[in-house]
């Protein structure tokens, strides 16, 4: 999902604590699952599991409205916030998934917003991610993502190893 141009990073202070209460709102909905998530300055990576493509258009929609809504209020604005149609993509093997997750996961690093950084993105749901190769998982925060509920994204990716926190070649 990418911003319209011109909009502050969705990655620094205010912002950032918007997006993260529109995450956790959206635990609420039954039907629609956010699993993974990572947010980089003008756009957002979602994982994402729903019973059917009509809860998944609706959960997505539900969590578009909700930022747009909210961002607009803190930036002082009004009118469309994403620049277009999300692009959306069904996972169905195992190294699909794991791509899809080390994707996600490792998308800042892949742009250099981390620097050097040697732990997950701290705007990534990745502290909470319990595949990394050397990482132990932050259980003291709370989760703004659900647990996973598919084979494919608990356990059938694992097939394929965990994931090392650097940009993975390997994929």
């Not at 003008?42 to 059917?52: G, K």
């Amino acid at each position: 999902m990418k911003l319209r141009q011109g909009l502050p990073s969705l990655r620094r202070g205010e912002a950032f604590a918007v997006v993260l209460g529109v995450f956790a709102a959206v635990r609420e909905l039954e039907d629609f699952r956010l699993v993974q998530y990572s947010v980089q300055s003008n756009h957002l990576h979602l994982i994402c599991e729903a019973r059917d493509r009509r809860e998944l258009v609706r959960g997505v929609q539900s969590l578009a409205i909700r930022l747009a809504k909210r961002l607009n209020r803190l930036w002082r604005c009004a009118g469309k916030l994403f620049a277009d149609r999300y692009h959306d993509r069904i996972l169905r093997t195992p190294r699909e998934v794991r791509n899809a997750l080390a994707y996600v996961l490792q998308n800042a690093r892949k742009h250099g917003a981390l620097g050097h950084s040697t732990g997950p993105d701290p705007c990534s749901s990745g502290r909470w991610f319990d595949g990394w190769e050397n990482w132990i998982v932050d259980e003291c925060a709370t989760i703004p993502v659900k647990r996973a509920k598919s084979w494919l994204l608990r356990i059938g990716w694992l097939r394929h190893g965990k994931l090392p926190l650097a940009v993975d070649h390997t994929c």
